[in-house]
């Protein structure tokens, strides 16, 4: 084999090897980055309660109902724009559907109704395809 050939080989193997390297490390990253997003919110979830155990303790109701609100409100939201490029769930998750159905009803008696329509929104995706409450 003339050193015109070898050289084009090992370019064609290099080339080969580093785009499987490259995909290989964007899986790794992209798993790597669902971690994180996942402690972190776990980690807001533990703040959220422990403010909401305190203002409990403290018998501040009010701030307790306020906080738990807008929580509510900010995942409920956050759900919806994400339900659009998301694919729906091949399983029945009915603890989930359940609690979006207080949610839902608690913004129904609470006269927040762009949280109405949002739960609706993440509803029916939830209840897409294999789903059933």
Sequence with gaps: ?????????????????????GWWMRGRLSEAERESTAALRSVEI??????????????????VQRLLEARMASAVSDAAD?????????????????????????????????????CDRVMEFLTKSNARA
């Design 1 to 21: 084999m003339g050193k015109g050939k070898t050289l084009t080989v090992l370019v064609a193997v290099a080339l080969l090897a580093g785009s499987a390297f």
């Design 82 to 118: 994400r339900v659009g490029n998301a694919s729906p769930p091949g399983l029945a998750i009915p603890n989930l559907i359940e609690g979006l159905r207080r949610a839902r009803q608690y913004a129904l008696e609470n006269r927040l109704p762009d949280v109405v329509i949002k």
């Design 46 to 63: 533990a703040g959220l309660c422990a403010n909401a155990l305190r203002a409990s303790e403290a018998g501040r109701s009010d701030t």
